[in-house]
């Protein structure tokens, strides 16, 4: 009678060829017959756990991470791709998705790059409309959002890896004591100026790494975790900004930035941990911050990174804006349409936060094609603490479909029955013609001359 196991030919041969090895040689280091290899390889014969415990033994590999990095997460994910609406004319069943998944991981894989570069395109397009056919400059930072809202602002590999690093840290007693022990780093904490400037700032020379003391703790640790994904991280990182394919040098250094800020955020914010402190907290998002030592914005940033597929959290949107309306961040891991324009319509609260930076916001929001949204806002404060250091102010806010709003603590008092305030993503491709706060009148209106009528709105409109 044959020993039970799982079929994971695929990987087998990936891991063989990863490591160099002809059949003959691996088989002589399991101590099994070539022939059982190419068996296996060919999913053929299942692999056995004393098969497995052969394995770790001998290339020193995580086996339970082995038998599990095609498996459900991929199914996850190629199941959310066929829901994409451009395949919804096929019928894919879970079980054809799950033999896909596991006996031809690396083709999966093809698949989830080639429908992630498709939605990239579709941002791409969606956001020359606005230019009214006119072919924009090269823009680095539209092309940074494009690569993360074409991701949903996550990114596995980075995610694990932070959170193994994140344990590592704990057992060391923290950051600084890390930086000692594995990188022989010390931490100072300095004067604004004796740094010249700098917020941070490794000195190989000196064995240092230099921060600014004038900053919240909760930056500095963001400080110190930045700089340790850039040291730890190096090659995932650089892996991970070559996928963009960036049109210029700017772009692939903003996104190298941005890349390196995620995983700070998620080693400070452990994904699993953080994942359960959410839904226990209810995203309340104060009460995030506290726990993890971060700060608002640092926590709500962290909560549109949470889609690990089978762990997945609410997808949200996320945008900050300075008191002249400026967006500095827009990140999306739903599919609020204000992804890569727009922000700056008056009507929405983000916009209200300065004058009570002391208040969390919350706001029900429909949009002209009648889907509603909540949100979620306030303002933060940036930069240095202590007498004349530079500041500045800025609002953020988080917004998620209405189905999940009953899942947030801010939706208790502000129920889905109360009426939604409209808004628009920009008044050029905003039609709605009663709005008193326009600025702009909508691409391909007619305006009503008011030689003899005055709107109560800033313009009037013809029908057509």
Not at 241 to 258: I, P
Not at 330 to 357: D, E, I, K, M, Y
């Amino acid at each position: 009678m044959e020993k039970q196991g799982v079929y994971l030919g695929p990987r087998i041969r990936r891991l063989r060829r990863d490591l160099g090895l002809t059949q003959a040689e691996m088989a002589a280091d399991l101590e099994i017959s070539a022939s059982y290899i190419a068996l296996m390889e060919r999913n053929q014969r299942p692999v056995t756990a004393e098969t497995l415990l052969r394995l770790a033994k001998a290339y020193k590999i995580d086996f339970s991470d082995f038998t599990s990095s095609s498996g459900p997460d991929l199914v996850a994910r190629l199941q959310s791709a066929i829901r994409d609406p451009i395949l919804s004319d096929i019928d894919f069943g879970p079980l054809e998705i799950a033999d896909v998944a596991h006996s031809f991981p690396g083709f999966a894989e093809a698949m989830l790059r080639l429908h992630t570069a498709y939605r990239e395109e579709q941002f791409a397009l969606a956001d020359k409309r606005l230019h009214q056919g006119d072919t924009p400059a090269a823009d680095p930072i539209s092309e940074v959002r494009s690569f993360l809202s074409a991701r949903r602002n996550f990114f596995p590999v980075l995610d694990a890896a932070s959170e193994r690093l994140a344990a590592r840290i704990s057992e060391a007693g923290g950051l600084p004591s890390y930086f000692q022990s594995e990188h022989k780093v010390r931490v100072r904490y300095l004067p604004a100026e004796v740094m010249m400037g700098s917020l941070r700032r490794l000195d190989w020379h000196r064995k240092e790494l230099l921060v600014d003391e004038g900053r919240e703790q909760s930056s500095l640790n963001f400080l110190m975790a930045q700089q340790l994904a850039y040291l730890e991280f190096e090659k995932e990182i650089q892996a991970t900004v070559g996928e963009g394919q960036f049109n210029s040098t700017n772009a692939a250094k903003l996104a190298t930035r941005a890349i390196a800020a995620y995983c700070a955020g998620a080693i400070i914010m452990p994904y699993g941990l953080f994942a359960r402190a959410v839904e226990s907290r209810r995203y309340d998002i104060e009460l995030l911050a506290r726990q993890f030592n971060v700060s608002f914005e640092q926590a709500a940033h962290r909560l549109t990174t949470l889609q690990k597929p089978g762990q997945e959290r609410i997808p949200f949107f996320f945008i900050k804006v300075d008191p002249a309306g400026n967006v500095s961040k827009r990140l999306n891991s739903g599919s609020f349409p204000f992804a890569l324009h727009g922000g700056g319509c008056p009507l929405w609260t983000v916009h209200q936060c300065f004058a009570s930076p002391r208040q969390v916001f919350t706001q029900w929001l429909e949009l002209p094609d009648g889907k509603r949204y909540f949100s979620v806002a306030k303002a933060v404060h940036a930069g240095g603490i202590g007498h004349r250091r530079s500041s500045a102010e800025r609002a953020v806010a988080i917004v998620c479909e209405a189905q999940y709003a009953d899942r947030l603590v801010y939706n208790v008092d502000h129920p889905q029955t109360q009426a939604p305030t409209p808004i628009g993503i920009a008044c050029q491709i905003c039609h709605r013609t009663e709005c008193v706060a326009r600025s702009e009148p909508p691409l391909g209106r007619q305006i009503l001359p008011d030689s003899y009528r005055r709107m109560e709105a800033p313009f009037g409109f013809s029908d057509t």
